[in-house]
């Protein structure tokens, strides 16, 4: 692969740590940007029935050949999952920009003691923050896993009406909030992500 001029990463493991470093974090958001254009062509080729089922040994000798026929009816017949446009070069420059910056801010955590000590937080009202909240765009794949997200923080499948929705607010720097949030791979296991905002933007 890397003599193609492709290089080659996985998403990194915990192996028994309780969190990722920053250039973990950031190496593996490189994957993932990626990766769903791959994974998207892969839900095409599965489309063909003989290519979404086991294939036996004895197709393997012309398994390149079939593909190539299946890629071929797709790439004629089919648009394309994405078409460059103007934002794809400030898009790529930010990331390779934001890789290489230092994690100041989970500095400024831990010289505060911001991670550990719940007697700094405050819980807090939507009402109280939706004014000074910056409005987001949070993408497609995003978008599709907030239901679930707002299910599972809401302990309510009913998002029509009310519900309690927890979210803290930093005693020191009110510019800081976290929203204790359920792992979604480990029951006993909740997180608390923190950020930091203005009214314009997410900072941290």
């Not at 003989?50 to 089919?78: F, G, K, Q, W």
Request: glycine fraction near 2%; proline fraction near 5%.
């Amino acid at each position: 692969m890397e003599s193609l001029g492709l290089n080659v990463a996985l998403p990194p493991f915990l192996n028994g740590r309780r969190q990722f470093t920053t250039t973990e974090v950031n190496q593996s958001k490189y994957v993932t940007k990626v990766r769903w254009v791959v994974e998207a062509v892969n839900s095409r080729i599965k489309q063909f029935k003989y290519l979404a089922n086991t294939i036996p040994n004895s197709a393997l000798p012309h398994l390149e050949h079939d593909v190539s026929i299946v890629c071929a009816i797709i790439n004629r017949y089919r648009p394309p999952i994405k078409t460059s446009n103007a934002e794809d070069v400030a898009i790529a420059e930010k990331m390779i920009l934001l890789r290489s910056r230092k994690n100041n801010f989970e500095k400024f955590l831990q010289r505060n003691n911001l991670k550990k000590s719940s007697s700094k937080w405050h819980a807090i009202d939507h009402i109280d923050i939706i004014d000074e909240f910056p409005i987001l765009s949070e993408g497609t794949f995003q978008l599709k896993r907030a239901r679930s997200y707002a299910e599972e923080n809401a302990s309510t499948t009913d998002l029509t009406g009310s519900v309690n929705y927890t979210i803290h607010r930093c005693q020191e720097f009110p510019d800081i909030i976290r929203v204790p949030t359920q792992s979604a791979h480990v029951s006993r296991a909740q997180y608390h992500p923190i950020i930091r905002f203005t009214r314009e933007e997410i900072l941290d």
